[in-house]
């Protein structure tokens, strides 16, 4: 059963930046690469869930466009862990964030991975805080 872990929330004033990072394990048959869709949301109170950025097999990446420009997504492959990292904070960027990954080797293609909301893997969240 693959677990996933996050850390790097906290509070920052808005302009401010954090580096969010999410972990795997638990991989027997497969591998952290074997994974063909990752990616980030967050959800604020009374809001629903959206998606932040996506991250494929390959490495290609799609962001929202409300943080086109700021944020970043990233995987390194050897330490099985996903990244995001949040340039010029804004207050509205509050909100709980989440990684999540899809089943090692089920294949989705890159067009559907960057509408994919399904995950099969999904971390605890980690709260991300932006004052003004």
């Known amino acids: 059963q693959v677990q996933l872990v996050e850390s790097g929330g906290g509070s920052v004033q808005a302009g401010g930046s954090l580096r969010l990072s999410c972990t795997a394990s638990?991989?027997?048959?497969?591998?952290?690469?074997?994974?063909?869709?990752m990616g980030w949301f967050r959800q604020a109170p009374g809001k629903e869930r959206e998606g932040v950025a996506r991250?494929?097999?390959?490495?290609?990446?799609s962001v929202a466009d409300s943080v086109k420009g700021r944020f970043t997504i990233s995987k390194d492959n050897a330490k099985n862990t996903l990244y995001l990292q949040m340039n010029s904070l804004k207050p509205e960027d509050t909100a709980m964030y989440y990684c999540?990954?899809?089943?090692?080797?089920?294949?989705?293609?890159?067009?559907?991975?960057?509408?994919?909301?399904?995950?099969?893997?999904w971390g605890q969240g980690t709260q991300v805080t932006v004052s003004s």
């Open positions: 638990g991989y027997t048959y497969s591998t952290y690469s074997d994974t063909y869709c």
């Open positions: 991250i494929y097999v390959d490495f290609r990446t």
């Open positions: 999540a990954t899809e089943r090692p080797r089920s294949v989705l293609t890159w067009s559907s991975c960057q509408s994919h909301y399904e995950f099969n893997y």
